[in-house]
């Protein structure tokens, strides 16, 4: 069974210092896209990022980056100099491809509170 | 603004009343979801319809009632709720498998 782990239920920091997210996954797929989300207190999800299981680069946007390593089932989020509005909540997801199908069935992790503190 | 709207944003309703939740995409997605977000709970997905058909429903209580009239509109109507189903409801939609989810701000719903 597919399933995601955020081992972080909450993380405080204080602004500029740099933050890593950790995300651990399970699939007995071969072929799967894992996502980050940010939940800011307005409630609607962000898209941050989504990654395909082929695709081992890790990824650098602005002062976020990510580190996926298929060996280690793990997909971390990395938030370089902190800032005030990177406070939310942080989501990874996983999603199977399900043969025949044309949607998602996304799992969320049960997601990590970061707080940055000014 | 992520192209998902829903509404109402909050609503309070006793444990006999009848409401009904919107959300409204004008993307041109052929999934839309239901998600349930409960306090120190991980989204839970609810139902979804894939090309206006309910293709996932998983073992939600049937005070829970989906509905989607077309493309662009998905109804969650409810009744008979209890304190319990008190949480906040999101509605996405996505193009196609893999691709990214667009969500509503959701609607945060208490049960009194």
């Known amino acids: 069974a597919q399933k995601v782990t955020q081992a972080q239920t909450e993380i405080s920091v204080v602004e500029k210092e740099d933050v890593t997210l950790d995300c651990v996954y399970e699939?007995?797929?071969?072929?799967?896209?894992l996502f980050w989300y940010k939940q800011p207190p307005s409630g609607e999800l962000v898209f941050l990022i989504r990654r395909n299981s082929f695709d081992e680069q890790n990824e650098i946007s602005g002062r976020y980056s990510w580190n996926f390593q298929k060996s280690t089932s793990s997909f971390n989020f990395t938030i370089t100099a902190s800032q005030v509005v990177d406070s939310a909540v942080y989501f990874c997801?996983?999603?199977?491809?399900?043969?025949?199908?044309?949607?998602?069935?996304?799992?969320f992790g049960p997601g990590t509170s970061l707080s940055v503190i000014p | 603004e992520t192209g998902v709207t829903q509404t109402p944003r909050h609503l309070v309703m006793g444990m006999t009343n009848k409401k009904s939740l919107k959300c409204e995409q004008h993307?041109?997605?052929?999934?839309m979801y239901w998600y349930k977000q409960s306090a120190k709970k991980p989204l839970e997905l609810m139902f979804v319809y894939s090309l206006e058909e309910r293709v996932e429903n998983n073992s939600v209580p049937s005070r829970f009632s989906p509905e989607c009239p077309n493309s662009s509109h998905l109804f969650l109507h409810l009744h008979t709720l209890q304190p319990e189903d008190s949480a906040l409801y999101l509605c996405a939609s996505s193009q196609e498998r893999g691709r990214r989810a667009f969500f509503g701000q959701g609607t945060r719903l208490t049960v009194v």
């Open positions: 997801a996983l999603s199977e491809v399900e043969g025949g199908t044309s949607y998602d069935k996304v799992i």
């Open positions: 699939t007995r797929d071969t072929t799967y896209y």
């Open positions: 993307l041109g997605h052929n999934a």
